[in-house]
Nanobody, 125 residues
Framework: VQLQASGGGLVQAGGSLRLSCAAS????????MGWFRQAPGKEREFVAA????????WYADSVKGRFTISRDNDKNTVYLQMNSLKPEDTAVYFC???????????????????WGQGTLVTVSS
């Protein structure tokens, strides 16, 4: 599955952004999906994941209560709504698809089949 992320930008601390990731090429609803991020000088880290149906979600502790992952299988798109943004949320955000028909935990542990190209989120203090 091919992934195209969008929606990044510059926002002040406390603000909000919504990232989108459009998928093509395979049956989108077969895949658990996720978002990861990589800050300058740091390793890529897990942010959020959602099951193929949207019925299960998983979040990193650092974003729990502030970020919400969702998906629209009719539009082949996964979203990340980011509220109460902090300067430490500054990173390149990547969407990812898990293994075909794989469970959400595969995405959580980084067993990813496809990556999007990344979109930069900058949060100013």
């Amino acid at each position: 599955v091919q992934l195209q992320a969008s929606g990044g930008g510059l926002v002040q601390a406390g603000g909000s952004l919504r990232l989108s990731c459009a998928a093509s090429g395979r049956t989108f609803s077969n895949y658990a999906m996720g978002w990861f991020r990589q800050a300058p000088g740091k390793e890529r880290e897990f942010v959020a994941a959602i099951s193929w149906s949207g019925g299960s979600t998983w979040y990193a502790d650092s974003v729990k209560g502030r970020f919400t992952i969702s998906r629209d299988n009719d539009k082949n798109t996964v979203y990340l709504q980011m509220n109460s943004l902090k300067p430490e949320d500054t990173a390149v955000y990547f969407c990812a698809a898990g293994p075909n028909s794989g469970p959400i935990r595969e995405v959580v542990v980084g067993n990813v089949g496809s990556w999007g190209q990344g979109t930069l989120v900058t949060v100013s203090s």
